[in-house]
């Protein structure tokens, strides 16, 4: 019994350690490990609203929502990365702000299809 009291108690205190290095993180890399996660739910939730208000919208509206994601990456691609010879970088903050805007963009899209109808001028 203890020993199982002991295994659970283990890992239920994983999650736990790790969301308290993302609050005071010990180094860079911890850091970056923490900003990346905040960027992989950012880009989750951004395809979550992307493929919710695709299903919504007529084809022209697909199409209009597609050419507007491309230019949209595009624009985040130029804005929070850049390469210096073989090096890439990518700043993170950028690129999760930048993420977190478009999902509320695309959110608000497919609260105007679901209460007025869908608007493709807006997209």
Do not use: H
């Amino acid at each position: 019994m203890k020993k199982l009291l002991l295994a659970l108690l283990v890992c239920c205190a994983g999650p736990a350690m790790a969301n308290s290095a993302c609050d005071k993180p010990r180094n860079d890399f911890d850091g970056l490990y923490c900003l990346n996660k905040v960027y992989q739910e950012a880009d989750k939730e951004l395809n979550e609203n992307f493929k919710k208000l695709n299903g919504k919208l007529n084809a022209e509206g697909k199409q209009s929502l597609k050419s507007g994601q491309l230019a949209w990456i595009k624009q985040r691609n130029e804005s929070c990365s850049k390469r210096e010879g073989s090096a890439f970088y990518v700043n993170l903050d950028c690129a999760t702000s930048t993420t977190i805007e478009r999902s509320q963009f695309l959110q608000n899209r497919l609260r105007e299809c679901t209460s007025t109808g869908c608007q493709n001028s807006q997209l």
